[in-house]
């Protein structure tokens, strides 16, 4: 099984500092993505990768930055953290090749709160 | 671009009875159109995935959607449902290559005894 996995579910942090987000998926998949989940605005795309270095904005970058040094590791980082980015965020893989790329494949979330 | 719509918010149905949640879509060419499913405090499970071939796809858990072209619908259908059903449910849509996959608002499901 595609195992996703997020290095914290929940995380308290105040407003101003730089916090990271860690998400390590163990089956070589080429693709990355950070979202966040907000209550009826559903999944929003923040970055995504498909290459170890290479990044994309999604549809909400602002006041995100993301690194992918190694092809299992992407951080999502807060570079100043806001009261707004107080969310669950929500990190997926998918594979590179095929029809397949298309599907992904969750970690459990992390819920962070911004004080 | 590409949207999805899940008209519906919310969704209450009693335990046993039949189930479908409604997703439409909107893109140019044959999508690859998904259900994901959010228990919750979770991430997000796949239950089901539509690419090409046969517009009635068979997923997990019992579900089962149908690809209607000529609707731009993707709905999702249970006969059964179970109270562990009670989860929150998300249509989405992709294009293909490196093209991101664009989820729908959400349909939250109740299942009362």
């Known amino acids: 099984d595609v195992k996703v996995t997020q290095s914290s579910r929940y995380l308290v942090k105040r407003t101003g500092e730089k916090v990271f987000l860690e998400c390590v998926q163990d089956m070589d998949h080429e693709n990355m993505f950070w979202y966040r989940q907000d209550p009826g605005l559903g999944l929003r795309l923040i970055y995504f990768?498909?290459?170890?270095?290479?990044?994309e904005k999604g549809d909400i970058p602002e006041g995100y930055s993301v690194s992918r040094e190694k092809k299992e590791r992407f951080s999502l980082i807060l570079e100043s953290a806001s009261t707004n980015q107080t969310s669950m965020y929500l990190c997926?893989?998918?594979?590179?090749?095929?029809?397949?790329?298309?599907?992904?494949?969750f970690g459990p979330g992390t819920r962070l709160l911004v004080l | 671009a590409q949207s999805v719509t899940q008209p519906d918010i919310h969704i209450t149905v009693s335990e046993g009875a039949s189930l479908e949640l409604r997703c439409n879509y909107s893109?140019?060419?044959?999508?690859?159109l998904f259900w994901y499913v959010q228990s919750p405090g979770q991430g997000l499970q796949l239950l089901l995935k539509?690419?090409?071939?046969?517009?009635l796809v068979q997923g997990i858990k019992g579900f089962e959607a149908e690809f209607k072209r000529s609707q731009s619908s993707f709905n999702l259908r249970k006969p059964s449902v179970h109270w562990s059903d009670a989860a929150e449910y998300f249509c989405?849509?992709?294009?293909?290559?490196?093209?991101?996959?664009?989820f729908g608002t959400g349909t939250k499901l109740q299942v009362i005894p």
């Open positions: 893109y140019g060419a044959t999508p690859y």
């Open positions: 990768s498909y290459d170890v270095k290479m990044k």
């Open positions: 989405a849509v992709g294009s293909g290559g490196y093209q991101k996959v664009t």
């Open positions: 539509y690419f090409s071939g046969d517009t």
């Open positions: 997926a893989s998918s594979p590179a090749l095929g029809s397949e790329q298309e599907t992904q494949y």
